[in-house]
């Protein structure tokens, strides 16, 4: 224990002074190359390597709580998520993560779960915590909000927020055209809850490339998902009822994410049909679990952590280069083919009607 108090006190006694001094140049100099400052771009790249490996072999620690009350800044944003935790927010993040680390930037994530009162108390909160901008993901943003804000998976237009949003329908010409090539005609649908913030755009989509593929959408084929978080437990829930009351016959199943289509999964096999071949099954994001799911799921895949990456870049770049606002960045999906997708069974109907 006494040791572990030297070696505190060492270190603690390390300042930018000590750093300097140990170099032969003034701490304004060591600040600069530091801090990656404008000023330090005239510097030789041999300076800047003294610096670096002074610092690393004093163990010199900036102090970043003396830092922010220097330049009256906290080098900190808020990350506003519905849940914290589940698979598609904990990729985004560990972009998020990963982008500010490198900029010596940190952040206070807070989970709203999609209660108005809870989000707006929290937005509050971080504020007088001295955040510096807002990630927010799938949240609704009705209003102009007080610092600099990206919103993934927004897509109201409001002034000060960047939507970073999926290409929803070249997403949905993916998936159905592979399901349309496979010989799919009557495929029920899963949309997602009203609060999810994706499900009304990503509706959109799957109408408008149905009608331009002739897909028919069958409104008695259609399982609307209700719920704060949609989870495989709730994947499961509505796909066992719709099974139970549903006597209409289908090949195929499109399912609102990757953890709906896990629930529905199991729900197609507890009722005694086979993933793919009598019914294949799509999802969305291509979280971890997807691929080792049984069987692996074909689904749409979401740069997700990419997405969590472009967000930090933008936000950094509006607060600390002062880069002009822009109202919307798409990023492009991709399509994975796995085990949960086949040809359509032409005998697909006397099963069902089986069942019955």
Same mark, same amino acid.
Do not use: C
């Given at each position: 224990? %006494?040791?572990?108090?030297?070696?505190?006190?060492?270190?603690?006694?390390?300042?930018?002074?000590?750093?300097?001094?140990?170099?032969?140049?003034?701490?304004?100099?060591?600040?600069?190359?530091?801090?990656?400052?404008?000023?330090?771009?005239?510097?030789?790249?041999?300076?800047?390597?003294?610096?670096?490996?002074?610092?690393?072999?004093?163990?010199?620690?900036?102090?970043?709580?003396?830092?922010?009350?220097? +330049?009256?800044?906290?080098?900190?944003?808020?990350?506003?998520?519905?849940?914290?935790?589940?698979?598609?927010?904990?990729?985004?993040?560990?972009?998020?993560?990963?982008?500010?680390?490198?900029?010596?930037?940190?952040?206070?994530?807070?989970?709203?779960?999609?209660?108005?009162?809870?989000?707006?108390?929290?937005?509050?909160?971080? *504020?007088?915590?001295?955040?510096?901008?807002?990630?927010?993901?799938?949240?609704?943003?009705?209003?102009?909000?007080? *610092?600099?804000?990206?919103? !993934?998976?927004?897509?109201?237009?409001?002034?000060?927020?960047?939507?970073?949003?999926?290409?929803?329908?070249?997403?949905?010409?993916?998936?159905?055209?592979?399901?349309?090539?496979?010989?799919?005609?009557?495929?029920?649908?899963? %949309?997602?809850?009203?609060?999810?913030?994706?499900?009304?755009?990503?509706?959109?989509?799957?109408?408008?490339?149905?009608?331009?593929?002739?897909?028919?959408?069958?409104?008695? *084929?259609? !399982?609307?998902?209700?719920?704060?978080?949609?989870?495989?437990?709730?994947?499961?829930?509505?796909?066992?009822?719709?099974?139970?009351?549903?006597?209409?016959?289908?090949?195929?199943?499109?399912?609102?994410?990757?953890?709906?289509?896990?629930?529905?999964?199991?729900?197609?096999?507890?009722?005694?049909?086979?993933?793919?071949?009598?019914?294949?099954?799509?999802?969305?994001?291509? !979280?971890?679990?997807?691929?080792?799911?049984?069987?692996?799921?074909?689904?749409?895949?979401?740069?997700?952590?990419?997405?969590?990456?472009?967000?930090?870049?933008?936000?950094?770049?509006?607060?600390?280069?002062?880069?002009?606002?822009?109202?919307? !960045?798409?990023?492009?999906?991709?399509? +994975?083919?796995?085990?949960?997708?086949?040809?359509?069974?032409?005998?697909?109907?006397?099963? +069902?009607?089986?069942?019955?």
């Amino acid at each position: 224990m %006494k040791d572990r108090k030297t070696n505190d006190a060492k270190q603690s006694s390390v300042t930018l002074k000590t750093v300097a001094e140990h170099v032969g140049l003034t701490p304004g100099t060591v600040s600069a190359v530091l801090n990656n400052s404008p000023a330090s771009r005239s510097f030789p790249q041999h300076t800047k390597n003294r610096i670096l490996a002074a610092v690393r072999e004093l163990n010199y620690r900036p102090n970043y709580f003396a830092r922010s009350l220097r +330049v009256k800044r906290t080098y900190t944003i808020g990350v506003i998520t519905e849940e914290i935790g589940d698979p598609y927010g904990g990729i985004i993040v560990s972009g998020i993560e990963q982008y500010l680390r490198q900029r010596d930037f940190f952040f206070l994530a807070v989970a709203h779960r999609h209660d108005p009162k809870l989000l707006q108390t929290y937005a509050h909160l971080l *504020l007088e915590r001295g955040v510096e901008g807002f990630i927010t993901m799938d949240t609704s943003i009705n209003e102009p909000p007080a *610092l600099p804000t990206i919103a !993934i998976a927004g897509h109201r237009l409001v002034e000060g927020v960047t939507n970073l949003i999926l290409d929803h329908r070249s997403a949905a010409q993916m998936a159905l055209r592979h399901l349309n090539q496979l010989g799919h005609k009557e495929i029920a649908f899963m %949309k997602g809850p009203p609060t999810s913030s994706d499900s009304e755009d990503r509706w959109s989509a799957i109408v408008q490339v149905s009608d331009e593929l002739g897909i028919r959408i069958r409104p008695e *084929l259609v !399982i609307r998902l209700n719920g704060e978080v949609v989870t495989p437990d709730l994947g499961y829930v509505f796909a066992k009822r719709f099974l139970a009351r549903n006597h209409e016959p289908f090949t195929a199943l499109f399912a609102y994410n990757d953890n709906s289509a896990i629930g529905a999964i199991r729900a197609i096999h507890e009722a005694g049909l086979r993933v793919p071949d009598d019914i294949s099954v799509v999802g969305f994001d291509d !979280i971890e679990s997807a691929a080792y799911n049984n069987p692996a799921i074909t689904t749409v895949r979401q740069p997700l952590k990419k997405m969590g990456e472009i967000a930090a870049r933008t936000l950094l770049n509006q607060i600390e280069s002062g880069e002009p606002r822009v109202p919307e !960045i798409t990023v492009e999906p991709e399509f +994975v083919v796995r085990g949960s997708t086949s040809a359509a069974r032409a005998n697909r109907k006397a099963v +069902v009607l089986k069942l019955a």
